[in-house]
Structures are given as structure tokens and as C-alpha cells.
């Protein structure tokens, strides 16, 4: 079974600063989707950013990026020019690349932003 | 703008109460997922719909059930609530396969069991 790890339960960063968050995986598939997923405290969960491991470009959306090392299926966030809306619970999940598949999520690391 | 809807955002029953908590999507989605989340567990997969009347069971499907008669709306039923069982419950939607769609989720209901 896949499992997704988040290492740091909770991270924090000074408003316009650059904050990386970790997320390990474990699967034995070769061919996958990684996503990141934001929940503010309203608690509506988003779609930050999602990672084909067959493209070895890192996924990118606006200050949002990805390092995707995919040897060492390590999938982290960067988010780059923090602002106080970034502050939020944030969620690794994997889903197989075939098949009608559940996301498996991690523990998820909770973010805030200092102003 | 597509939509997840819970009907509760906050919900407290008694212990032994039959609760059901509904989900819907007007987004013709085939998929529907019920997930719980407590803290330091991160969300845990409770059971998901891939059509009307399918249902398979996730990772901690005891002492829930699920019913799902319209494409449209998902059910998660506790039998017999237990203060375990107490816990954030969000539902989600999506289109049916393809590993990279996007999950939308509903705003969550609350629960609390007394």
C-alpha cells in the first residue's frame, strides 16, 4: 500500500519569505500523481499543485512550486513570498496513475505566516 | 464554480444515535469520497462511491455506512454514534479515473458525539 509521510507537523515563516515543506512517499509504482492540497481555516480544502512523475519538470503555479526527486520520492512545496493567506494546514497526497484510485494524504503540516 | 456541499457544518449528537451526514455535487461527478480528519492523523478514507449504488470501503470503514442513490448525493451514516467517533468528516468529489483529476471538497461538518 502507498503511504505518504510529512515529516514536520507544524512550520512557520515571516510574511514575504520563502518556506519548504517535506513530503516523502512510498509506492512501487513507477507511474503516479503527486498533489499538494491547501486547507485555510475555513476549512474548504484547495488544490494547490499536482506533479506527473513521468514529467521531470517541477510543476509550478505562481509562488507555488514543487521538488519532485523522484528517486528518492521525496515531493516538497516551496512557497515563495509568503503572505498572511498562506496560512493554513497543508496536505501531501499520492494517487495511482491507473485505475479509479482514492488520493492517499499524509499527516499534513500546518503553516503560519508571522507578520 | 463548482460545489461540495455539506448539509452541517456543525453537528452534535447523543451517544447510540443513528446520525447521517449528507454530501452533494453539481458537478456530474462519478466519484465521491468520504474522508475523517482528527488532528495528527491527517484524513483517513472512510469509503467511496464510484456510481450510483457502488461503494467500496477505505481504510477505517467500521461503524459507518454509506448510502449513495442519486449521482448527485453521497450519505455517510453512523448506526450507533460513539464518542470515537467525534471528528471533522469532510466529503469530496471527482471525475472517474485518470490519477492527475482534481479532488473538490465540501467545507466539512463537525461532529461532535456526547
Known amino acids: 500500500a502507498q503511504t505518504v509521510t510529512q515529516s514536520q507537523p507544524e512550520m512557520s515563516v515571516q510574511e514575504a519569505e520563502t518556506v519548504t515543506l517535506s513530503c516523502t512517499y512510498d509506492t512501487s509504482e513507477s507511474d503516479y500523481y503527486l498533489f499538494w492540497y491547501k486547507q485555510p481555516p475555513s476549512r474548504q480544502m484547495i488544490l494547490v499543485i499536482r506533479q506527473e512523475a513521468y514529467k521531470q519538470q517541477n510543476a509550478t503555479e505562481n509562488r507555488f512550486s514543487v521538488n519532485f526527486q523522484k528517486a528518492a520520492k521525496s515531493f516538497s512545496l516551496k512557497i515563495s513570498d509568503s503572505q498572511l493567506g498562506d496560512a493554513a494546514m497543508y496536505f501531501c497526497?499520492?494517487?495511482?496513475?491507473?485505475?479509479?484510485?482514492?488520493?492517499?494524504f499524509g499527516k499534513g503540516t500546518r503553516l503560519s505566516v508571522i507578520a | 464554480d463548482v460545489k461540495v456541499t455539506q448539509s452541517s457544518r456543525y453537528l452534535v449528537k447523543r451517544t447510540g444515535e443513528k446520525v447521517f451526514l449528507e454530501c452533494v455535487q453539481d458537478?456530474?461527478?462519478?466519484?465521491m469520497f468520504w474522508y475523517r480528519q482528527d488532528p495528527g492523523l491527517g484524513l483517513r478514507l472512510i469509503y467511496f462511491?464510484?456510481?450510483?449504488?457502488?461503494?467500496e470501503k477505505g481504510d477505517i470503514p467500521e461503524g459507518y455506512s454509506v448510502s449513495r442513490e442519486k449521482k448527485e448525493r453521497f450519505s455517510l451514516i453512523l448506526e450507533s454514534a460513539s464518542t470515537n467517533q467525534t471528528s471533522m468528516y469532510l466529503c469530496a468529489s471527482s471525475l472517474r479515473g485518470g490519477g492527475n483529476t482534481e479532488a473538490f471538497f465540501g467545507q466539512g461538518t463537525r461532529l461532535t458525539v456526547v
Open positions: 458537478m456530474d461527478h462519478e466519484n
Open positions: 462511491s464510484y456510481d450510483v449504488k457502488m461503494k
Open positions: 497526497a499520492y494517487r495511482r496513475f491507473s485505475g479509479n484510485t482514492p488520493l492517499v
